[in-house]
Each structure stands twice: as C-alpha cells, then as structure tokens.
DNA sequence: TTTTTGTGTATATTTTACTTTACATAATGT
DNA sequence: ACATTATGTAAAGTAAAATATACACAAAAA
C-alpha cells in the first residue's frame, strides 16, 4: 500500500546552499551520487541514519529535508 | 566505520505514554513487534518512514524520538 | 497450577536501500 | 571539434531493514 509519504527538497537546499552538485553532496553524506540521485527523485526514501547525514551536510534539521506528508483526516 | 549513530528513547516514551506495549507500538506504526524490538534495542535503525511513523504514533516530532549523535570533535 | 501477557532471542526469508558500473546527453570551456 | 562537468537512466549485485515464525521466561491473573 501505497506511494512514499516522504517528500524532500534537497535540490532546493542544494542550490541555496552554493549549487552544491549531487557528488557533492554524495561526498559529504558519504554516498553514492546514485543514491543522491535516487532520493533527490523520491525513487525511495533514505534510511535514518542518511537522512540525518544529509541534514547535516545542510546544517540544518532532518525535518527541513523531509517532510511527513502524513493522512489528511478526511 | 562504525555503530550506529541514531540512539532513541522509544522504551522512555512507550511508557510516558501509558504503559504503551511493543505489540500496541508496532499496530500503530504498522510494523511488527520484532521490528519494535530491533528498533528500541538498536539493533538496526528504521526506514525514514518508519521513524516518522514511530513519532507520529507518540504525538512527537521525530528528533524527540530519535538523535543522531554525530562525530564529536577531536 | 494453568493461562495469559509482555518481553526477549534466534533463524530463515522477503523487501528495500545502497553500490557499482556503464552509457547517454545537454551545457560549458578550450 | 574535442574535453569536461553536471545530470540522468538502467541493470546487476551487495547490504541492511523488515517480516514471519517459533521458542523461552518471568510476572500477573484465573
């Protein structure tokens, strides 16, 4: 069931943050630039402890790169 | 290269939040009781969806529920 | 004593995250 | 024209998360 809930906006973090590119940012959450690519495009959702690394390879907070589009009540 | 980085306080909140059972955690989060059982012993750390979950489930955000202790400086 | 509930351990299997490699293309620079 | 840089796609493989099932044990309840 179901699409993944979690959104991201690493490429307009990655813009503000001096046009970093996507190997970049790889090297700096110690990745792939496939798997950049992979979560940049929501192809899947990254597992806690990457998110985090991307996070704060922004400095900023896990939940300024993901957000939980969680159920809307209906 | 290393242990995990992600510590949480689920056993802490389950029971902050009345008693909550693993089995009552894992209906809410929509996951199995062993995966509660990992997750609260770190034997792995969850799927970012997963974690989002597990704060949603505790009426928290996700960084009350999970920590990422980064490298501390030498 | 027997049953139920909550927790823990173990192992095998499925699913998904992540890697590696390779190739394609548009844009920039020489 | 050729090289470089940044992005994208695809496929095959490895690693880790999550499931399913089963067994064990202590505590509380009947």
């Not at 798997?35 to 907070?61: C, D, G």
């Amino acid at each position: 069931m179901g699409k993944s809930l979690v959104s991201n906006n690493i490429r307009l973090l990655r813009f503000q943050n001096g046009e970093m590119t996507q190997q970049q940012l790889a090297d700096k959450a110690g990745v792939t630039r496939q798997t950049i690519i992979a979560i940049e495009s929501a192809k899947y959702s990254p597992s806690l402890e990457l998110a985090f690394r991307l996070a704060k390879a922004f400095n900023v907070k896990l939940e300024d790169v993901f957000t939980y589009d969680s159920e809307e009540k209906k």
